[in-house]
């Protein structure tokens, strides 16, 4: 296992297929913790902040045209996961969905 510094990002993410951004930064401010000209259109990128949905990580993507996925589904499932493991049911995934998305 090796660990890298954020200035390595750039060559890192060249051959890069997915990003996750696990970090908090993008929630309390506009920021990011990607360097925009790191990011390419064949890199899907997953920014788990999910308030503000729509973060600048997510949106220095979008621009480069790579395929988005906002904090929300991570939050969403982990709902769903833990409804069903204390229910012994079946999620009403898309209810939940809604509701997550009216409240954030």
Known sequence: MTGHGLDALPDLLADADVLVNATSVGMEEDATPVPAD????????LDAVYRPLET?????AEQVGATTVDGAWMLLYQ???AFERWTGGDAPVDA???ALRERL
Not at 38 to 45: C, T
């Open 56 to 60: 600048r990580l997510l949106r220095d």
């Open 38 to 45: 790191a990011l390419h259109a064949n890199l899907g990128v």
């Open 79 to 81: 709902g769903v996961a």
């Open 96 to 98: 939940m969905n809604d």
